[in-house]
């Protein structure tokens, strides 16, 4: 007799095995209602931190939060919907970036300027950092060849027609380039190394300063430019500013001096206008204020006050004297002036305010958590202001008191400058120079 299976132990064995595959599946049931109600909790947390942070006026942080709130629920079609909608909807009011450009010197950016260009997107953007110039094409985050080993160019300013560049040298050379070539189309001899550059409005003039400030005539295309003006100072001339015009030049000197002279005409050597003015360009923040002209014969300076602390005051291009019915603004300190584009508005940088004053008279105070340091307007009249918070911040014009839309950076704002125009008229370009290298682009909201 041959041997028989025990069919009550495999029938026995069977039923347990299924039993525990039932309970296996139970517990794992279980544990995905469990983890999904985990996940479901933690992005109702989510949502509400993003809901606050767009309260607040952060609506970078509630798009993340709202986004990141959406990948947590994939088992809750309604649930991650709501989040995405809700992080669409933050988006479109956050300011988000475009590009970053790693500079190849660390250091202080001190100038940092788009190519002009009035009817298209500036493509080109002009960085200077302490010995050391760069162009660089925004969109493919590269920079142009003939400018990544230019170690010894000392500054850079764009020419009008934004095809064109001028560069300084620690020689005293000075070059006009073609952009993005770089071909070199017209070449000069100044005296000592050029601390800095230009060029007036109409683009027909160049101050250079270095030993001395020369004035040179450069409209003449590729043939040499002509020494118009040579002008004797007892110090180092760190900034130049031409009036829209072309028939002024203001300059602001190491030993805390304005000078002001008329240009074009005769090419004798001329004398300032008027005797020296005092302006204080170095308030101890590590920002030298320059003056800036609010029209053609109109130009702010930054003077001490009486008592300590200081005065935002405009004074006659012309005569030196102070304007009538113009404010004098008392600040604590003056990180930067800056005038916007129809000279409307003049912007001072200061102590956890941004102080404007319109030419009319009107003055308004925007605060800020922290020290203002850098200020910079829009063609559309929007206003960027970089504060030591580290973050900037952008308003669609200087009186709009509505909450600004906050900027947030990963290292505190050292520069912020605008672009011309974008596709359409409503929205400009804006940059912000971040830290010791990143520079980050940023459109700005659409009204």
Not at 129 to 150: C, F, K, M, Y
Not at 301 to 310: D, E, T, Y
């Amino acid at each position: 007799m041959g041997w028989r299976q025990p069919t009550n132990d495999l029938t026995s064995a069977r039923n347990q095995a299924q039993k525990d595959a039932a309970e296996n599946l139970q517990l794992a049931q279980a544990a995905v209602t469990a983890r999904q109600y985990s996940q479901s909790l933690v992005a109702d947390m989510q949502t509400e931190r993003g809901m606050l942070s767009a309260e607040q006026g952060d609506s970078a942080g509630a798009m993340l939060w709202f986004t990141t709130a959406a990948t947590q629920t994939p088992h809750d079609a309604q649930r991650q919907a709501a989040n995405r909608l809700r992080a669409r909807n933050a988006m479109n009011q956050t300011v988000m970036p475009v590009a970053s450009l790693r500079l190849t010197k660390p250091g202080m950016v001190t100038r940092l300027a788009f190519q002009p260009c009035p009817d298209c997107i500036a493509e080109l953007l002009l960085t200077v950092v302490v010995g050391r110039v760069e162009i660089w094409n925004w969109r493919t985050e590269q920079v142009l060849p003939w400018t990544s080993h230019a170690d010894s160019f000392t500054d850079a300013c764009w020419l009008p027609d934004g095809r064109h560049v001028a560069i300084g040298r620690m020689n005293g050379e000075v070059q006009v380039r073609s952009v993005p070539a770089g071909d070199v189309i017209q070449t000069f001899q100044s005296k000592g190394s050029v601390e800095s550059l230009a060029c007036s409005a109409d683009g027909q003039r160049l101050a250079v300063s270095g030993d001395v400030v020369q004035v040179w005539n450069i409209s003449k295309g590729s043939q040499k430019p002509v020494l118009e003006h040579e002008l004797a100072h007892p110090q180092k001339v760190h900034s130049l500013i031409f009036n829209h015009i072309g028939d002024r030049l203001a300059t602001s000197c190491r030993d805390n001096l304005v000078r002001v002279f008329a240009i074009g005409g005769s090419t004798d050597q001329p004398v300032p206008l008027f005797d020296p003015v005092a302006h204080i360009r170095d308030v101890g923040i590590g920002i030298e204020t320059s003056p800036v002209f609010q029209s053609d014969r109109v130009l702010v300076i930054v003077a001490s006050k009486p008592g300590g602390g200081s005065l935002i005051v405009s004074i006659d291009a012309s005569s030196g004297a102070a304007i009538n019915g113009r404010p004098q603004l008392p600040v604590s300190s003056v990180g930067r002036l800056v005038v916007s584009h129809d000279g409307q508005w003049l912007a001072t940088a200061t102590a956890g305010t941004c102080e404007m004053s319109s030419s009319q008279g009107e003055r308004i105070t925007l605060k800020h958590p922290h020290q203002v340091h850098d200020v910079a307007f829009g063609p559309d009249g929007a206003l960027l202001t970089a504060c030591f918070d580290w973050h900037a911040y952008l308003r669609t014009s200087p009186g709009d008191q509505a909450t600004p839309t906050k900027i947030p950076q990963l290292r505190p704002v050292e520069r912020c400058w605008f672009s011309g125009l974008t596709m359409d008229a409503a929205s400009t370009s804006s940059l912000t120079q971040i830290g010791l290298g990143a520079i980050r682009f940023t459109p700005a909201l659409r009204e």
